[in-house]
């Protein structure tokens, strides 16, 4: 595995990790604060709740959009390779290209991945952060 292949993976890896600490808690203390605002909402609580709303919605476009333009570059990069490969003379082709291409996608669905999950982690671990500092009642 090539140092930057790991790189980034250690990075996708430590991204999902602390999402996965960081969504149990926010998800906790707005169910807690859903829970004690009962029927009537105060201004604070309506206030955050529409806060959680437009982030996911933002976030989701976000994702998505990151997402999309990734795979376009990769599809573009994959294709170039794909017809350095094609017009390679079949004496010269192999086992070695077949990694390489093996490679590519691997990077390519890793870079992919990484780009959806950035703006869901920003926003998870921000909120996080912001929400342990902010009193329940």
Known sequence: MTARRARSSRSLSAKTAEL????????????????????????????????????????????WNAMALQALQSHRAFAATLARAAWTPPSTRGNPAAHALAAQLHDA?????????????????????????????
């Open 109 to 137: 669905a890793l870079a992919v991945l990484g780009k959806g999950l950035a703006p869901v982690h920003r926003r998870a671990v921000a909120n996080a952060k912001r929400l342990a500092r902010t009193r329940l009642r």
């Open 20 to 63: 996965a600490f960081a969504v149990p808690q926010v998800v906790a203390h707005r169910l807690l604060r859903m829970a004690n605002a009962g029927p009537h909402l105060s201004a604070r609580d309506r206030k955050e709740f529409a806060r959680m709303i437009a982030e996911k919605n933002s976030a989701f476009g976000e994702s």
